[in-house]
């Protein structure tokens, strides 16, 4: 009897969360000119490459795997980098005709930035996918996509929502099956 109480304590305290209205908005921002111009620009990017791979730490890494697999079902050669660690160490025509897409929400991880920056020392593109265009990352890179929601930290641990990078991820993959 009082664990069942404890329980509907916990319902009833538990606080409400609403993605939809940010979901929303994002979804809005999306359907606009600018927004097409954008994804023209990185569906160009990824088919001037001769491999696309992609960067995260965290949640953002495992979205960095869905990102890869995604778009080498469109035909695509991309990998995904899963130690934060790993040294680029390919000589510049290698790096020159890829592009790393970097997904962060902060855009300021250290290890995202020290990857972004051998990138570029060796002339490699960089695509930033990150919530916001005033960090870091997003300063770097050749092309950015942002997709601004409402942070949302539990301690140390970003809970941010991620639905608006799979929907980025996704739409980008589709364009690129579309055009090749």
């Known amino acids: 009897m009082l664990k069942q109480e404890r329980l509907a304590q916990k319902k009833t305290s538990m606080p409400e969360y609403d993605v939809m209205l940010p979901i929303t908005e994002f979804l809005d921002k999306t359907n606009n000119e600018t927004f ?17 791979f992609f960067f995260g730490i965290g949640t953002s890494g495992v979205l960095a795997q869905y990102g890869s697999r995604y778009l080498a079902n469109a035909g695509i ?15 510049e025509t290698v790096v020159a005709d890829t592009l790393l897409v970097g997904l962060s929400v902060s855009g300021e991880t250290t290890e995202m930035l020290a990857q972004v920056e051998q990138y570029q020392a060796g002339k490699g593109k960089v695509l930033a996918i990150t919530n916001s265009t005033h960090s870091t990352l997003a300063r770097l890179a050749d092309v950015v996509i942002p997709y601004y929601m409402p942070e949302e930290k539990n301690g140390s641990l970003n809970n941010t929502t991620q639905i608006p990078v799979v929907y980025i991820l996704e739409l980008l993959a589709h364009r690129v099956a579309c055009v090749q």
Not at 36 to 52: D, F, G, K, N, Y
Not at 77 to 91: A, E, W
């Open 36 to 52: 097409r111009q954008l994804l023209s620009q990185t569906t160009a990017l990824i088919l001037e490459a001769q491999a696309v």
């Open 77 to 91: 050669f991309s990998l995904s980098i899963n130690d934060p660690f790993t040294p680029v160490g390919m000589r």
